[in-house]
């Protein structure tokens, strides 16, 4: 499991600055922002007191900086935009839409790399939340991953259901 340090130290390595500040009282619901130009990642105050949805977080922006969307763009988080659907949200914007599912491969890699995806469900752990407990995620971080873990067998000629991989809790 990687924890907020290492994470952390991650980021460090990559020339990466993280900040936080006050983003709620300009723009409400705004947990995060990140500038590829400047290397910098900006969090809200909130997160200092929700140290899963602060990696899960801060490692979507670390993925934005690294596959930046395009120059001087900056991209903005925030609360409630992962309860959005994937199909809604590519309807949105499909070029946003695939920024976002390469920064977002980077993150669910970098806290869930597949090895360990398999492992874990291997234990036992296929219920949403047990799967995120056991890396110290959030839900939705975990969901994406599932997705992403779907994607990737289809891409490989197998169609994965999510029952496949999950159960209903
Ligand atoms: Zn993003």
Known sequence: MVTLDTLLLITDTLGIKVKFKDLNRNHIGLLGKADAN???VVLDNSLKFCMREQKCILSEEIGHILYPPRPGH?????????DIDNIERSIIKVTVAQDERRAL????NALIPDVEFWRAVEEGENILYQLADWFEVTEWFMRIKIGYIRRKALDNGTRLKWNDIIRRN
């Open 105 to 108: 491969d980077w993150a669910t």
């Open 74 to 82: 900056i991209a903005y988080h925030a609360r409630g935009y992962y």
């Open 38 to 40: 400047k290397r910098k």
